[in-house]
């Protein structure tokens, strides 16, 4: 249990349809990374916040945003799904700074649009 | 661009014999370097990393080699063992720009009894 919440697990919608994923970082940490994970594909880098500010942003579609609340957890919020948004959405933590690079992962929210 | 590659998609090996997966990278400015294992239904689970000014890291059955002129690093499992099938990805980390990680494609390793 690397100690990342991540919900829901599955989520399956229609095309048009917006979601959210929800992520509880582990806790202590303040920095959180969106990842996504299509096909046979590596982990694609979508978007980062350090303390309730975004630090750095990967190739994310304007239809994404996310937000990381004073709480720490953070949503990605996803509009206008289309079927190729489909895939394992991955939230990470890490601890300011953290000296070897390491990021904690959750288990995912896999998405299907239909 | 893919600054960090993996062109093996997947290796298959006999238990007790050494696991070699590879990784190749482009960008001078990453300064760890580090492997996930993932399971089935799972999160990427952090294995071991490597700073880039050092050229071996070992823990355990695993250990991480860099070769920086080549850009290139890889790990190495002796023995290898059933429960280490998954998928490893390699990835670097860029320095100075907040943590975040550039994944390869990842490397699907079976181990065969």
């Known amino acids: 249990d690397s100690g990342v919440t991540q919900t829901p697990k599955h989520l399956i919608t229609a095309t048009g349809q917006r979601v959210t994923l929800r992520c509880s970082p582990r806790s202590g940490d303040l920095s959180v990374y969106w990842y996504q994970q299509s096909l046979d594909q590596g982990l694609q880098f979508l978007i980062q916040?350090?303390?309730?500010?975004?630090?750095a942003k990967g190739n994310i579609l304007e239809r994404f945003s996310a937000q990381q609340f004073p709480d720490l957890h953070s949503e990605l919020n996803l509009s206008s799904l289309e079927l190729g948004d489909s895939a394992l959405y991955f939230c990470a933590s890490s601890v300011a700074g953290a000296s070897t690079g390491e990021l904690f992962f959750g288990e995912g929210s896999r998405l299907t649009v239909l | 661009d893919q600054q960090v590659k993996q062109n093996s998609p997947s290796l298959s090996v006999q238990e007790g014999r050494i696991s070699i997966l590879n990784c190749d990278y482009t960008n001078s400015m990453f300064d760890y370097f580090l492997w996930y294992k993932k399971y089935p239904a799972e999160g990427p689970t952090f294995l071991i990393s490597i700073s880039s000014i050092k050229d071996k890291n070992e823990d355990g059955r695993f250990t991480v080699f860099l070769n920086k002129s080549a850009k290139h690093l890889s790990l190495h499992i002796v023995p290898s063992q059933p429960g280490d099938s998954a998928v490893y990805f390699c990835a670097a980390r860029v320095n100075n720009q907040g943590g975040k990680l550039i994944f390869g494609q990842g490397t699907e390793l079976s181990v065969k009894p």
């Open positions: 916040y350090y303390n309730g500010e975004e630090r």
